[in-house]
Every structure is written in structure tokens, then in C-alpha cells.
């Protein structure tokens, strides 16, 4: 039965850095392609960064472009979203997600277009909290 499971969130200072892991089991992995996404109170879920296990290709939302990387380790099945300059409004509960391959337009469109909702599987979220 495929799962996921988000880890690594938690209380952090604006500035400060935190480290989210998603481990999926499951899943052959490579013939996904994964996304973290946010909502964060009062407001809709959001694209945050999307990967492409086969090439690598990634998407990033403005909102964190250059403040956030996406990785994902192929020999460990797991994708990591390291969180940098963290702000307020970064405060969220995270979310992996997990969409087949085939059918996928761009890694954009899978994480904030027309395909955004689209997302096979998805995990029970981490809390992630920025405040001084």
C-alpha cells in the first residue's frame, strides 16, 4: 500500500532553516513525479516545489524561489525540501504528494497549473511554524 510521510517540520525564528523529508514506501519511486505543497490557515493549498525523479527538473513558486531547494535521492527513495531564510508567512502545514508520470503536462503545470489538483497521493502534512 503506498504511503507517505512527511517529517522534519517544526517551530523556527524568521531567518532560521528546517530540513522537510518525505519518505514514500510503496512506490516505484521513478515512475512518479513529487511535489510539496502548503496551506496555511484561512487560505487554499499551494504549489511549493516540484521534482522530476527521471530528469531532475524542478519547479519553484516565486515565494520561495532561491530561499527553498527540492531534491530527491534515488539510491534512498526520498525527496527533501530545505527550507532557508524562512519567514512568517511561510508558517503552513507541509504537504508530499506523489503523481504518476504519465499524463504529466510540465513539472509547473503538475505544481501550480491546471494539473495542480491532479496529485495521486499525498501525505498527512508536517507543521511548519516561522514566528519570533
Known amino acids: 500500500q503506498e504511503q507517505l510521510v512527511e517529517s522534519g517540520g517544526g517551530s523556527v525564528q524568521p531567518g532560521g532553516s528546517l530540513r522537510l523529508s518525505c519518505t514514500p514506501s510503496?512506490?516505484?519511486?521513478?515512475?512518479?513525479?513529487w511535489g510539496w505543497f502548503r496551506q496555511a490557515p484561512g487560505k487554499e493549498r499551494e504549489g511549493v516545489s516540484c521534482?522530476?525523479?527521471?530528469?531532475?527538473?524542478?519547479y519553484y513558486a516565486d515565494s520561495v524561489k532561491g530561499r527553498f531547494t527540492i531534491s530527491r535521492d534515488t539510491a534512498k527513495n526520498t525527496v527533501d525540501l530545505q527550507m532557508n531564510s524562512l519567514k512568517p508567512e511561510d508558517t503552513a502545514v507541509y504537504y508530499c504528494a506523489a503523481r504518476f508520470v504519465l499524463g504529466i503536462n510540465t513539472i509547473q503545470d503538475m505544481c501550480v497549473g491546471a494539473q495542480r489538483n491532479g496529485m495521486d497521493y499525498w501525505g498527512k502534512g508536517t507543521l511548519v511554524t516561522v514566528s519570533s
Open positions: 510503496g512506490f516505484a519511486f521513478q515512475l512518479y513525479a
Open positions: 521534482i522530476s525523479v527521471s530528469d531532475g527538473s524542478t
